[in-house]
């Protein structure tokens, strides 16, 4: 599949609310998530998750018309994330222990690891490891969001979760090419550059894109299209950007990598004010971070 269109321009700082609407970019995103689409039933659940009337019954009730979601729900949420004092063999006793937003994250990541199942290796690239890498930010979202206040920790998750969903597809529909860009990568600013000067786009556009088309929020679309790009924000969902700004970092740093390599720069100091991070806040982080990851890769592999 011929990916190239036209290179991109200097970007202006973005208001956000989605990201690009350009034809010939929405066409070419189109053909490249066309096979990439939740399931009816997975796209009732965010439909649910967004409405302010959505129930827990009614979430419980459509992820049991899926067997093998149940199946795999009941074996993940046994696993040490949640940290559960009992073995739990029951849907509905899921349902109940998790609560609505953490039940609908659990049935949102078992449907999105489904695109992960194939295994792709490209040099340092693993897609277990991207996948791994994408739980474990969606975890340290969860994190940061509770102890800063920023936002809804459970939203947080699922902007962590689908942050660098692009990559995947990139590698999927553009193999070769991919390969000789991760080769040539060398940090978040030099990837964007590098995919942007061969495709035209880069992996956040296009994973913005899908969250988008899977009705996630605006402020999961906007944290999935600038999470490397803050500065270049201007919307309404700042600190929501942010914490997935930095907890992409901090991952990376302590070895949870996209790629395979970590090569990502510090984010700038406005993702630290954006949070109001404090003394104590970053000692609260720094004590449960690596914990929180352990746990989010037994999520991730169960």
């Given at each position: 599949?011929?990916?190239?269109?036209?290179?991109?321009?200097?970007?202006?700082?973005?208001?956000?609310?989605?990201?690009?609407?350009?034809?010939?970019?929405?066409?070419?995103?189109?053909?490249?998530?066309?096979?990439?689409?939740?399931?009816?039933?997975?796209?009732?659940?965010?439909?649910?998750?967004?409405?302010?009337?959505?129930?827990?019954?009614?979430?419980?009730?459509?992820?049991?018309?899926?067997?093998?979601?149940?199946?795999?729900?009941?074996?993940?949420?046994?696993?040490?994330?949640?940290?559960?004092?009992?073995?739990?063999?029951?849907?509905?006793?899921?349902?109940?222990?998790?609560?609505?937003?953490?039940?609908?994250?659990?049935?949102?990541?078992?449907?999105?690891?489904?695109?992960?199942?194939?295994?792709?290796?490209?040099?340092?690239?693993?897609?277990?490891?991207?996948?791994?890498?994408?739980?474990?930010?969606?975890?340290?979202?969860?994190?940061?969001?509770?102890?800063?206040?920023?936002?809804?920790?459970?939203?947080?998750?699922?902007?962590?979760?689908?942050?660098?969903?692009?990559?995947?597809?990139?590698?999927?529909?553009?193999?070769?090419?991919?390969?000789?860009?991760?080769?040539?990568?060398?940090?978040?600013?030099?990837i964007l550059e590098e995919e942007r000067?061969?495709?035209?786009?880069?992996?956040?556009?296009?994973?913005?894109?899908?969250?988008?088309?899977?009705?996630?929020?605006?402020?999961?679309?906007?944290?999935?299209?600038?999470?490397?790009?803050?500065?270049?924000?201007?919307?309404?969902?700042?600190?929501?950007?942010?914490?997935?700004?930095?907890?992409?970092?901090?991952?990376?740093?302590?070895?949870?990598?996209?790629?395979?390599?970590?090569?990502?720069?510090?984010?700038?100091?406005?993702?630290?004010?954006?949070?109001?991070?404090?003394?104590?806040?970053?000692?609260?982080?720094?004590?449960?971070?690596?914990?929180?990851?352990?746990?989010?890769?037994?999520?991730?592999?169960?």
């Open positions: 599949m011929k990916t190239s269109i036209r290179k991109s321009k200097t970007r202006r700082p973005s208001t956000g609310a989605g990201p690009s609407r350009d034809p010939a970019l929405e066409r070419l995103f189109s053909r490249m998530t066309g096979a990439s689409a939740f399931s009816a039933n997975a796209r009732e659940i965010v439909r649910l998750a967004n409405r302010s009337t959505g129930s827990l019954e009614e979430l419980q009730k459509l992820i049991q018309t899926d067997p093998s979601l149940v199946a795999l729900l009941l074996r993940r949420v046994n696993s040490p994330y949640y940290h559960l004092d009992r073995h739990v063999q029951d849907l509905t006793v899921a349902a109940h222990l998790l609560g609505f937003r953490e039940f609908r994250n659990l049935a949102i990541t078992v449907y999105l690891s489904r695109m992960f199942e194939s295994p792709m290796e490209d040099g340092a690239f693993r897609t277990a490891g991207l996948w791994n890498h994408c739980v474990a930010v969606a975890a340290a979202a969860h994190l940061v969001s509770r102890v800063c206040g920023c936002g809804i920790p459970a939203d947080a998750y699922i902007a962590g979760l689908l942050h660098d969903i692009g990559f995947l597809l990139i590698h999927r529909h553009v193999h070769r090419r991919f390969a000789q860009l991760v080769a040539r990568a060398r940090g978040a600013l030099t000067s061969a495709y035209g786009f880069d992996h956040a556009q296009l994973g913005a894109y899908l969250a988008r088309q899977w009705d996630f929020p605006a402020a999961v679309v906007d944290a999935v299209q600038f999470h490397h790009s803050v500065d270049t924000y201007a919307g309404p969902h700042l600190q929501f950007v942010s914490v997935v700004a930095a907890t992409n970092y901090l991952c990376s740093r302590a070895g949870w990598t996209s790629l395979g390599v970590h090569s990502l720069p510090l984010p700038p100091d406005s993702v630290y004010r954006a949070l109001g991070l404090d003394h104590l806040a970053l000692t609260v982080i720094w004590d449960e971070l690596l914990p929180t990851l352990d746990k989010a890769t037994s999520l991730a592999t169960a």
